[in-house]
């Protein structure tokens, strides 16, 4: 894994974890009916509990020339929710990535959109004329 994306895990990391585990324990909760809260213009504040279940996936990026590319993925995405989008052309990858990259700031080099496009081609892929083919039906 690149030095660049294991920094950007590790900035991230930490400040996610901690509201994480912080949100998931503990929430403020401001409390409306206090009497001198109401007449002093003070807010009167109380701690409860909230509970936070987390969505898991047992899916993995199959194996192959560009897997090692996919954690860059799962900054922000499940395997599963990848592997779960309709097929794209391989053009349509590249402006996905790009689309990641420009719009949401994902960590990846220019240089590896065409790699990742084509690992993501193979595994999820369709050609164009499947494409079209599909938009008939719509």
């Avoid at 030095?3 to 590790?10: D, I, P, Y």
């Avoid at 909230?50 to 560009?66: E, Q, R, Y």
């Avoid at 860059?72 to 996905?96: F, K, Y």
Wanted: with cysteine; proline share 7%.
């Amino acid at each position: 894994m690149n030095l660049k994306v294991r920094m950007v895990g590790r900035v991230w990391a930490v400040p996610s974890l901690l509201a994480i585990t912080l949100g998931g324990s503990l929430a403020w909760s401001q409390a409306t009916n206090s009497t001198s809260a109401t007449s002093t213009g003070a807010s009167a504040w109380q701690w409860s509990n909230v509970s936070i279940d987390l969505p898991t996936s047992d899916s993995a990026f199959p194996p192959g020339d560009g897997a090692e590319l996919t954690p860059q993925c799962l900054i922000c995405h499940s395997a599963g929710m990848v592997l779960r989008q309709p097929p794209l052309t391989r053009d349509q990858w590249v402006d996905e990535i790009n689309k990641m990259r420009s719009a949401y700031g994902a960590p990846l080099p220019a240089d590896q959109v065409d790699h990742l496009a084509d690992y993501l081609f193979r595994i999820n892929g369709s050609s164009p004329s499947d494409t079209a083919a599909h938009d008939g039906d719509r």
